[in-house]
């Protein structure tokens, strides 16, 4: 097979998804990479129908490679994942909108173009969890304890654009990050970016049948086949917080080797979805719930 990795500087040597292309080289298929962000691009030669059997995207939120990965499916081009479905996770407000209207158990969103605006909000909804809408990588996560907290923040928040807000989810200060990859599930536990052990090295643990069930509506309500989902166990039972498109996989075991499989299985079966929420859809990959693993020691999730 002939595949294109969209590629952002920022994951340039990242082991994801560099390992995949290496991994995707050594079974003997022939992978080409383009660099969105530093690349003069002849997009009506780069983007053409036939040119590959799938393109696979890896960039940051709001870089240049998933308008790429749009135009290559709009000549018929088979994406990984669905260039629509990444659209609604990339953008959090979309993804927080699409999550409550199809039963997940999504917090409360509120959206605002300025930091001013979240002014508005009772003092009731608060402490608040405030990122950007465009955000990734726990970047700029802020935990904003009261109004006045919200103010002194205000210049901060301005640089970061559209903004989310959702009332805070009392929680232990453990992230569990679930990955789904070729139909399985892995799930691992690490510290939260709002906790006392930001960067505590994650490990893998056991997956419950709930969270499992939650974790594989996540792709079909977002019409994902590969993705990463945050979720918090609050006080009234799991929250989804976060959706990814194409994370890191860590822990999850010879990632490079089965993300490389799902890639091609993807490739071959072909991108039908119409996105989100939206009629025709293809079935994704079935997923296998629960998956049951041991819990390990691992690198960071």
């Known amino acids: 097979m002939r595949l294109c990795f969209l590629v952002e500087e920022r994951y340039r040597h990242d082991g994801m998804p560099q390992e995949v292309i290496r991994q995707l080289s ?4 022939q992978v080409d990479v383009l660099r969105p962000g530093r690349s003069l691009l002849r997009i009506s030669d780069a983007i053409r129908a036939g040119s590959h059997d799938a393109w696979v995207l890896k960039t940051v939120s709001g870089g240049p490679g998933l308008t790429l990965l749009e135009a290559a499916s709009a000549v018929g081009l088979t994406t990984v ?9 990339r953008d959090k407000a979309l993804a927080a909108a699409i999550g409550r209207s199809r039963g997940l158990p999504v917090p409360t969103t509120y959206a605002a173009a300025c930091p001013e605006a979240l002014a508005e909000l009772p003092e009731s909804e608060f402490p608040l969890v405030v990122k950007p809408a ?11 304890e009261s109004p006045g907290r ?5 210049p901060e928040l301005a640089r970061e654009g559209m903004l989310i807000a959702q009332p805070y989810v009392p929680n232990s200060g453990i992230d569990l990050k679930v990955y789904c990859v070729g139909g399985e599930l892995y799930a691992t536990e690490r510290g ?35 993705y990463g989902v945050d979720i918090l166990l609050g006080p009234d039972g799991p929250v989804v917080v976060d959706v990814n498109d194409f994370p890191s ?6 990632a490079a080797a089965r993300v490389g499989r799902a890639v091609l299985e993807l490739a071959r079966r072909g991108t039908t ?4 929420g939206n009629d025709p859809v293809a079935v994704p990959v079935p997923v296998r719930v629960p998956v049951q693993m041991p819990a390990t020691v691992g690198g960071a999730g």
Not at 134 to 144: E, I, K
Not at 249 to 254: A, I, L, R
Not at 273 to 276: D, E, H, K, Y
């Open 26 to 29: 050594a079974w003997g298929h």
């Open 150 to 154: 919200l103010a002194a923040l205000g």
């Open 273 to 276: 979805a119409t996105g989100p």
């Open 249 to 254: 996989f860590k822990e999850v075991p010879d």
């Open 134 to 144: 465009d955000g990734s990588s726990g970047r700029a996560v802020r935990l904003v």
């Open 192 to 226: 939260s970016p709002l906790g006392p052990d930001r960067g505590v090295r994650g490990r893998r643990v056991t997956l419950s049948p709930e969270v499992a069930a939650i974790a594989a509506e996540v792709g079909a309500v977002y019409g994902l086949d590969l």
């Open 81 to 89: 994942n669905d260039a629509r479905s990444i659209r609604g996770v």
